[in-house]
């Protein structure tokens, strides 16, 4: 096992720069997951890590050894994509085999490793079918295979799941975790999908066009993300924004919330820059920070729903504060159909304030 450094790695094709200075420390054995929309750069620094792309500028090491000239095969490195090729005329067992035949690895000893990895896997009833037997998931529990089977030093993941349809996906995202917990393998994994990366992450680096926007831990990004495009990436429904002007009661900020049934004063925390005062910001909410109260609570306000969403364990009801559209999360049990009322009030705790200029947060 080995940490993985990425030191302010830029990357160009031709004349458009793709990555402009990535900066990222992965620790022995952390699972660190690259997420962000297709096209800003994540498959682009895998390949760098792998060697299958070159560095244009910049330092990548792979534990202490900076590994910029040195070919994929000796970066002792296992990468699985998203379209895992497997050889369809050999076997599954030959398949996760055969990298350590090319390599002269004796048969008693590969049979060993192909056991071994069958039986993590759960694929030792498969080791003699061809790849055409096989559904989507176990082809790409083979293809895992392969990569176990060289016990390398970092494993690469490249949206391994996006090809599995929704029940699979869950499934087989469970396995790569329960998989880490017990190898306590390195991984830098890419996704552009905001569950995967929450569910399996220890920390989390969010990109977008050839930048990190913000590297922490799911907590980090998702209750105080950097900035708006982090907090409107992570979330679904998405964090709701509403326009607030900021003033001072007694040390601490108090913003309106109105809508077309009359309004509600928010006491929020203790002011730290004053500066800030008669300002408008941004409040961040997530649909899960609002909740159905009694009329009488003080804070309340009462709201409309003109659409219901419905998902089962939750419902999402819409409707219209401060002149943005937002989302409430609700039991199911509480509104059934558009139209309906309910007083809501914010946990304060949870807000979060941005700057509408720079979109940095500025509170928490
Ligand atoms: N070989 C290449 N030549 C030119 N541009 C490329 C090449 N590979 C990737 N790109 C560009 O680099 C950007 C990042 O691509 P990529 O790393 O594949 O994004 P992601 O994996 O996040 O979807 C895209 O704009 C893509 O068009
Ligand atoms: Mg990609």
């Known amino acids: 096992m080995a940490s993985v450094s990425i030191r302010n790695v830029r990357k160009h094709f031709g ?16 699972f660190l997951i690259l997420v962000g929309p297709s096209g800003c750069g994540k498959s682009t620094l895998l390949s760098m890590i792998a060697g299958l792309d070159t560095v244009s500028e910049g330092d990548i090491s792979i534990g202490d050894r900076v590994v910029n000239d040195v070919s994929p095969k000796d970066r002792d490195i296992a990468m699985v994509f998203q379209s895992y090729a497997l050889y369809p005329s050999m076997t599954v067992g030959e398949n996760i085999a ?3 035949e090319m390599r002269k690895v004796p048969k008693p000893e590969r049979d060993a490793v192909v056991a071994r990895v069958a039986k993590t896997l759960q694929i030792d009833q498969l080791l003699d079918r061809r790849p055409a037997q096989l559904s989507g998931g176990q082809r790409q529990r083979v293809a ?7 016990d390398p030093k970092v494993f690469l993941f490249d949206e391994p799941l ?17 998989l880490h917990q017990r190898l306590k393998s390195t991984v830098v994994y890419v ?9 399996l992450g220890d920390r989390i680096a969010v990109m977008k066009d050839g930048r990190v926007q913000q590297l922490g831990t799911p907590e980090d990004i998702y209750d105080r993300p950097a900035n708006l495009y982090v907090a409107g990436f992570m979330g679904s429904p998405t964090m709701n924004f509403l326009p607030v002007t900021l003033q001072i009661e007694d040390g601490r900020w108090v913003v309106d919330l109105r809508n077309t049934q009359g309004h509600a004063k928010i006491v929020l925390g203790a002011v730290q820059d004053p500066s800030w ?6 409040l961040g909410l997530r649909p899960e920070h609002l909740h159905d109260v009694k009329p009488e609570h003080a804070a309340s306000l009462e709201v409309v729903f003109d659409m219901i969403e419905p998902t089962g364990a939750d419902t999402f009801g819409f409707t219209e504060i401060n002149g943005s559209r937002v989302a409430i999360r609700l039991s199911p049990k509480r509104v059934r159909a558009a139209g309906e009322r309910l007083h809501v009030a914010v946990d304060v705790s949870a807000v979060c304030l941005f700057d509408p200029e720079t979109e940095r947060l500025i509170a928490p």
């Open 15 to 30: 004349s458009t720069t793709v990555l402009h200075g990535i900066d990222i420390e992965v620790a022995d054995g952390e």
């Open 98 to 100: 055969f990298a350590m």
């Open 144 to 150: 895992m295979g392969r990569a176990l089977a060289r």
């Open 162 to 178: 996006s090809n599995l349809d929704a029940k699979l996906r869950v499934e087989m995202r469970a396995e790569i975790k329960s």
């Open 191 to 199: 996704t552009h999908d905001q569950i995967e990366a929450m569910t």
């Open 277 to 282: 005062t008669g300002r408008q910001v941004v």
